[in-house]
C-alpha cells in the first residue's frame, strides 16, 4: 500500500497520522537560566543579601510535534564551571570570594561535576494554541553528582524559525548533597534555589 492510499484510508476511518517531531537545539548565546540564591537566618534582614547567577554556557535539545506536544522531549546541559555571579550589587571585595566558594568544592565542586543536566520524563499539557503551548514538564535533574525529580510550569512559543520555552523550578541544595553556605553562623544563604530559564532553539 503506498503512502497515499494508506493516508486516504486513515482519514475514511478518521484515524489521525502522527507527525515526527522536530528536534530543535538550544541556542546558548540566546538562552538564559538564572539561580537566585536567597538568605536566611537570624540576621538575615540586616546583612547579606540576594545572590544572581548567570549560566553562560547551555545545550540541548528539544523534539517536540506542535500536533502532540504531551510526547515531547527535553535534554539540557550547563556546563557548571561557566556559572559566573551576577556582581551588580556585589562589592568588589567580595564578588571573587563568592564566585570562588560557588564553583568550590565547598559548594558545586565543578573539579568533579562538571555538568548540571535535565532530562524530561513526562509532559502535561493545559493549553496550546498553533503558535504557543502552555504545560507542565517533568523531569530529573542531576546536579552535584545526584538526581532528582522537579517539576516546571512552562511556556513554549513557536516560530517558523525556532522554538522558545521558559519557565521555572525550585530545588533544595541539601537534596543534592550540598551544605548551604553560612557566614559568621548569622546569615546563611537559603536551602531553596529559584530557577528560571528561556531557552531559545532553532
Given at each position: 500500500?503506498?503512502?497515499?492510499?494508506?493516508?486516504?484510508?486513515?482519514?475514511?476511518?478518521?484515524?489521525?497520522?502522527?507527525?515526527?517531531?522536530?528536534?530543535?537545539?538550544?541556542?546558548?548565546?540566546?538562552?538564559?537560566?538564572?539561580?537566585?540564591?536567597?538568605?536566611?537566618?537570624?540576621?538575615?534582614?540586616?546583612?547579606?543579601?540576594?545572590?544572581?547567577?548567570e549560566a553562560r554556557?547551555?545545550?540541548?535539545?528539544?523534539?517536540?510535534?506542535?500536533?502532540?506536544?504531551?510526547?515531547?522531549?527535553?535534554?539540557?546541559?550547563?556546563?557548571?564551571?561557566?556559572?559566573?555571579?551576577?556582581?551588580?550589587?556585589?562589592?568588589?571585595?567580595?564578588?571573587?570570594?563568592?564566585?570562588?566558594?560557588?564553583?568550590?568544592?565547598?559548594?558545586?565542586?565543578?573539579?568533579?561535576?562538571?555538568?548540571?543536566?535535565?532530562?524530561?520524563?513526562?509532559?502535561?499539557?493545559?493549553?496550546?494554541?498553533?503558535?504557543?503551548?502552555?504545560?507542565?514538564?517533568?523531569?530529573?535533574?542531576?546536579?552535584?553528582?545526584?538526581?532528582?525529580?522537579?517539576?516546571?510550569?512552562?511556556?513554549?512559543?513557536?516560530?517558523?524559525?525556532g522554538l522558545s520555552?521558559?519557565?521555572?523550578?525550585?530545588?533544595?541544595?541539601?537534596?543534592?548533597?550540598?551544605?548551604?553556605?553560612?557566614?559568621?553562623?548569622?546569615?546563611?544563604?537559603?536551602?531553596?534555589?529559584?530557577?528560571?530559564?528561556?531557552?531559545?532553539?532553532?
Amino acid at each position: 500500500m503506498n503512502r497515499f492510499v494508506f493516508m486516504a484510508v486513515c482519514a475514511f476511518l478518521g484515524v489521525g497520522v502522527a507527525a515526527s517531531p522536530r528536534t530543535y537545539h538550544v541556542d546558548h548565546q540566546r538562552s538564559r537560566v538564572t539561580i537566585e540564591v536567597g538568605k536566611s537566618g537570624a540576621f538575615s534582614m540586616l546583612a547579606g543579601h540576594t545572590h544572581r547567577v548567570e549560566a553562560r554556557q547551555v545545550d540541548g535539545t528539544v523534539a517536540l510535534d506542535p500536533d502532540a506536544p504531551e510526547h515531547a522531549k527535553v535534554h539540557v546541559s550547563i556546563d557548571a564551571s561557566r556559572l559566573e555571579l551576577d556582581r551588580s550589587g556585589e562589592s568588589e571585595d567580595d564578588a571573587p570570594k563568592i564566585q570562588k566558594t560557588m564553583v568550590g568544592e565547598e559548594v558545586l565542586d565543578v573539579a568533579r561535576y562538571p555538568t548540571i543536566t535535565f532530562v524530561s520524563t513526562g509532559v502535561t499539557v493545559q493549553h496550546r494554541t498553533p503558535a504557543s503551548i502552555e504545560a507542565t514538564v517533568t523531569g530529573d535533574v542531576t546536579l552535584h553528582g545526584q538526581t532528582h525529580p522537579v517539576s516546571a510550569p512552562v511556556t513554549a512559543k513557536i516560530e517558523p524559525d525556532g522554538l522558545s520555552v521558559s519557565g521555572r523550578f525550585a530545588v533544595k541544595q541539601t537534596d543534592y548533597g550540598i551544605k548551604p553556605v553560612t557566614v559568621g553562623g548569622v546569615v546563611s544563604v537559603k536551602d531553596t534555589l529559584n530557577i528560571q530559564f528561556t531557552l531559545a532553539a532553532r
